[in-house]
């Protein structure tokens, strides 16, 4: 456990690693010690052990400027912790908490597997400690302030997500998860495709526990739509609930972009989801009908509650078809036209239709019900914001642009192409 | 290999025909409808099937098309047929005993013209068939080619039409000239549009055409050849067209007819006014269609699917097709009746004459569906003008009452084809209204939302793509496998089935 034996067989005790840690200037040389100064398995064991003069090393070290040897000690600790005696496990959580808000982000970028590492020990730690809860708060600061900005997918993203998504803590996931991912950059950390799929899978789940339908459309719809040679089972499992989403915001599908893979839809036409989709909108007895039918494998696949609102919210889409179809109808004539029986509870859902601005109509005295026109209003604030969007996309798309334009490849390939003509034209 | 599955649809397409139920088609003074008339402008075999079809769906003419249909059967000798009009009228009796009288009261079955019939074909096929093994020892090609066409004539004439079509395709192999695969095209057309299989006539229509130009194109070569004066080449060219021309309108008619029989009606209007003049359908007229069923069926699809001017210029100023129209008159006026708006007096015509549409076997499947979309092109039509009306009006103009409209008009909102929306309550058909600019608005702000989202969505999947971040399959299995294991998948990756953490529905 001790640092004695190590440095019998000439290998540098954690003294040796920590005097390094807090001399040497030069973080570069620092990160290269550190991921070679001894074999894997012992590496681990010297770093989860303490220093010569008993004092642990995380209540010396200073997370922010010494923030790699902090990361490698903290993140072997985390990994040993059953052999880690408990007065030594009792300084952790402070320790978490202090590395995650104090961190330096550049430094932490040379050692990103460690990073990655310290993630998936925090977790495990809190779930040790029976307090899984307690992860949420110093992955979030974790993920927020480790990539560049957070258009940056990170191996972090997916162990956070998931843990909020398990643990049903949702709103903790939105300072997140209200940025788009928009890059990807593999030096920041060792991704893997999996992680794309799973944060945008589990994004989706929070926000549509959230019940913001687009944005939770738009993460299945990336999960789904995801580069692939063949379809992932978490792919399949996003088009089911990416379907069910868009029942209940537009009471039909769309189409996925083209660029989804085949055998993926086809693989949705032969589940269940495939009937309930093409009964959808119907009267809601009809549709419960349908699932009735299929209960188990809905509820063994967990989008049961899903199927739930989507049959719930079927009378809208009827009555909004009802709208493109007539000016006025009776309250009694709607029920008929949805399945509902009883007036009072169309004259309830219409109601809440007209609150929601979902259609635009009246009910006179005599439960008749007079549709206008939805009347689309813009106001001035809200045109000039779509056009800063505009310009500021556009910017963005420039930006990108020119950088392929000076990439390497792009000059290599354009240079031989001339060449070629060149040579061409000679001949 | 070719023929096997043409036999297997036919059979199906015979059960079927026995198993669906006909609506029964009313006879009456609303109905008018004279059976003598009607099936003396046919002759042969559609005479007999025409007459069996009618027994089938109209209760109160069987007694007489039976009588008709006996005498006409025990002309030619085609047994099966004949047992069939005897079944035919016990199936008509059984569903209304009530209405007519037993089929032993008006005929009885002729067993001894039977044996004799039987006697006779199986002699003459016992003939055709030794006739062909010797010619086939012979190896003589010209007289095989013979022997499989006489057999063919002589199973479509005893009725087994599957045995005729094989010979009949069997006689290709030995065709030598372009003629003979001509031949060969029309008597299969022939024989398939009398058996109602429609699907297949396309392919023999384009044989048929092939083999048209390249008989034509052989006998120009061969007629040039002794250098023929100028004007004699003229005189081939002339003649050569016209040949090509009979042989075309019974090409038009056939894919006509296939058309119709798949439902697609607008190009079955096309191709029947395509067909030429009268006296081009030699002996098919009659013996396969009446020049009055072609006034019909086209003008039926012609209203039903094109638009105004197009039934102007191409149906009523077709001079050519005047001539087909003359042996319909109320074609005429109901065509007259439609270009002028007045549309009760079609609805009412095409009611009047529905019987006359129903017995017709190549239309009677259709009916219905051209009377709806003629009714509701009719309704589109009438409404275009209008900016609001009141249904009642409507319900005038086409004689219907008020709900009946109604439901049609809704239906034919929900289906897109009227921009407008009813007012229930006062009863009013109002055409929609939009502001333009609005509506510019609302579509330019959509768009730029979704253009945003597409490209914020590709530039990540063209980043995952350069980070190679793509989903492969599991090592050890190959590409060629395409359906991934999904077991072998999530085992790979290490991952649980995703639903696996998520603990519990989120509701």
């Not at chain 2, 209007?269 to 069923?293: H, M, N, R, T």
């Amino acid at each position: 456990m001790s640092a004695a034996g190590a440095s019998g067989h000439g290998l540098p005790s954690l003294d040796d690693v920590f005097t390094q840690i807090t001399t040497n200037p030069n973080v570069a040389n620092v990160a290269s010690y550190l991921k070679t100064f001894a074999p894997r398995e012992v590496r681990e064991t010297i770093l989860a052990s303490a220093l010569g003069s008993g004092q642990d090393p995380l209540t010396v070290l200073d997370p922010h400027r010494n923030t790699l040897g902090y990361l490698y000690i903290l993140s072997a600790r985390l990994h040993s912790i059953s052999t880690a005696n408990p007065v030594a496990n009792a300084i952790l959580p402070d320790a978490i908490e202090a590395f995650a808000s104090k961190f330096n982000p550049p430094q932490a970028r040379l050692a990103a597997d460690r990073v990655t590492l310290l993630g998936k020990g925090i977790v495990r730690f809190y779930e040790a400690a029976h307090n899984p809860r307690g992860a949420i708060a110093p992955l979030s600061n974790l993920v927020q302030r480790y990539p560049p900005n957070l258009s940056y997918l990170t191996t972090l993203h997916p162990i956070f997500l998931r843990l909020c998504v398990t643990q049903r803590y949702f709103a903790a996931a939105l300072p997140v998860l209200s940025h788009p991912i928009t890059s990807v950059d593999p030096s920041l950390s060792d991704l893997h495709y999996n992680d794309n799929l799973v944060y945008h899978y589990a994004g989706g789940i929070a926000l549509g526990s959230l019940k913001r339908w687009q944005q939770a459309e738009e993460f299945f719809e990336i999960c789904v739509s995801a580069p692939a040679q063949v379809p992932a089972a978490i792919q399949l499992e996003a088009f089911k609930k990416l379907v069910l989403v868009q029942l209940i915001q537009y009471g039909e599908t769309i189409a996925p972009p083209k660029y989804t893979l085949p055998a993926l839809q086809r693989q949705l036409k032969n589940t269940p989801y495939n009937n309930f989709v093409k009964a959808y909108p119907a009267e809601v007895s009809t549709l419960r009908q349908i699932v009735a039918k299929e209960q188990e494998i809905f509820n063994q696949e967990k989008n049961l509650g899903l199927i739930n609102q989507a049959i719930d919210r079927a009378p809208v889409w009827l009555i909004k078809k009802l709208t493109a179809t007539y000016l006025t109808l009776g309250l009694a004539d709607i029920g008929k036209e949805v399945g509902i029986n009883s007036p009072e509870e169309v004259r309830e859902i219409i109601l809440s239709m007209i609150d929601s601005g979902e259609i635009n109509g009246s009910i006179s005295q005599d439960g008749t019900v007079t549709f206008a026109d939805p009347v689309p209003q813009f106001s001035k604030d809200q045109l000039d914001k779509m056009l800063v969007d505009a310009q500021e996309h556009s910017r963005l798309l420039n930006e990108i642009e020119r950088h392929l334009n000076a990439s390497k490849e792009y000059l290599t390939k354009v240079c031989l192409i001339r060449f070629c003509r060149c040579m061409m034209s000679l001949c | 290999m070719d023929i096997d599955i043409i036999d297997d649809e036919m059979t199906q397409a015979y059960t079927h025909r026995a198993i669906g139920k006909r609506p029964r088609v009313p006879v009456d003074d609303a109905h008018p409808f004279e059976l003598e008339t009607y099936i003396s402008s046919y002759s042969g075999r559609t005479y007999v099937d025409r007459l069996i079809h009618i027994m089938s769906i109209c209760p109160t003419l069987a007694p007489q098309a039976f009588q008709l249909a006996i005498r006409e059967a025990q002309k030619g000798r085609d047994t099966t047929l004949y047992r069939s009009i005897f079944q035919a009228y016990d199936r008509a009796h059984a569903d209304a005993p009530d209405e007519i009288p037993e089929g032993s009261s008006i005929a009885t079955v002729d067993h001894k013209w039977l044996e004799e019939t039987n006697a006779k074909n199986q002699a003459e096929r016992t003939k055709l068939e030794v006739e062909l093994k010797t010619y086939t020892s012979n190896m003589i090609k010209e007289s095989i080619r013979m022997a499989h066409r006489d057999l063919g004539v002589f199973y479509r004439s005893v009725g087994e039409q599957a045995a005729s079509l094989k010979h009949y395709t069997k006689s290709r192999e030995f065709c030598t000239t372009s003629q003979h695969v001509l031949d060969m095209c029309l008597s299969v057309l022939e024989l398939l549009m009398e058996q109602r299989s429609y699907s297949h006539i396309g392919t023999y229509v384009f044989k048929a055409e092939a083999a048209l130009d390249s008989a034509t194109s052989v006998r120009q070569a061969a007629h040039q050849a002794p250098e023929a004066p100028a004007g004699s080449a003229q005189a081939t060219r002339e003649r050569r067209s016209a040949e090509r021309e009979r042989v075309q309108s019974k090409l038009d008619v056939a894919t006509a007819i296939s058309h119709l029989g798949q439902s697609n009606y607008e190009k079955a209007a096309q191709a029947f006014l395509k067909v030429g003049p009268l006296k081009g359908l030699e002996e098919w007229s009659g013996k396969l269609i009446a020049p009055g069923d072609i006034a019909i069926y086209a003008t039926l699809c012609a209203l039903a699917t094109f638009s105004r001017p197009q039934i102007k210029s191409q149906v009523l100023d077709n001079d050519n097709f005047g001539v087909y129209i003359e042996q319909e008159p109320y074609v005429r006026e109901l065509l007259e009746a439609y270009i002028n708006n007045r549309f009760k007096t079609v609805l009412e015509s095409l009611d009047r004459y529905s019987t006359r549409h129903y017995i017709d076997v190549h239309l009677a499947p259709h009916v219905l569906n051209l009377t709806n979309l003629i009714r509701s092109k009719a309704l589109v039509q009438y409404f275009q003008p209008f900016a609001s009306i009141k249904l009642e009006r409507m319900s005038q103009a086409f004689g219907w009452s008020v709900d009946e409209l109604e439901q049609q008009v809704v239906q034919l909102i929900q289906a897109g084809e009227i921009k407008a929306r009813v007012d229930r309550q006062n009863k009013i058909l109002k055409a929609k209204e939009t502001d333009q600019r609005a509506a510019l608005f609302a579509k330019a702000i959509k768009n730029g939302q979704a253009m945003q989202a597409a490209n914020r969505k590709l530039l990540l999947r063209m980043r995952l793509q350069q980070a190679d971040l793509v989903v492969k399959p599991p090592k050890g299995q190959g590409m060629g496998g395409g359906m991934m294991d999904i077991a072998a998948m999530t085992g790979m990756t290490g991952m649980h089935h995703p639903s696996s953490y998520m603990s519990g529905d989120y509701y």
